[in-house]
């Protein structure tokens, strides 16, 4: 498998982000081709000391990475980046990463 | 579902690195009760603009936040945890996030 991981920090407008985030972008990011599977954080991220300032975390699955670049170039993957863009634009409050994966 | 996203900077000495987490960490946290899936990442961590900082990215995955606490709490957790303090005792390497997740 391969995964997408998206770190939101808290938004300055959590109402906003809410609803274009659950609203617009899940729908659209579902049309990905190749997206198997699509999670979303639910309530507070924490860390092992405490509170986080960690808003949201979605993490995407594909069946590999190359799967998931076939993806993201596609039209359906570029208007979900493009999406992201508006309701995230600060690249500072994100962090992505994108990874093969295996079961240890 | 709850996950634990352990996100692990480039190590200074990569070697010692991945003999620790593979041999040493790795059998040591599934040992965790409740521990259901554990994946780790496998090559290069890019981000949509190219290559990251991150070296490793492990997820572990559990029930539900409460069985996630439980599993920590529990002698073996305790163990993984003290372990990972020996193969990255620098906190500012590390990102650790603790969420409850929903498939969307």
Redesign the interface.
């Known amino acids: 498998?391969a995964?997408m991981?998206v770190?939101y920090k808290q938004p300055a407008d959590v109402n906003a982000f809410d609803k274009h985030y659950f609203g617009t972008h899940?729908p659209l990011a579902?049309k990905i081709p190749g997206l198997r599977?699509?999670?979303?954080?639910?309530?507070?991220?924490?860390?092992?000391a405490g509170p986080?300032d960690?808003y949201l975390?979605g993490?995407l699955h594909f069946d590999d990475?190359d799967a998931m670049k076939k993806g993201?170039a596609s039209p359906e993957g570029k208007a979900a980046?493009a999406d992201r863009r508006l309701y995230a634009p600060d690249e500072s409050g994100i962090?992505?990463?994108?990874?093969?994966?295996?079961?240890?």
């Open positions: 498998m995964g991981v770190i899940i579902k599977k699509y999670e979303v954080s639910r309530g507070p991220i924490t860390t092992v986080s960690i975390i993490v990475l993201m980046g962090q992505m990463f994108l990874f093969d994966s295996r079961e240890v």
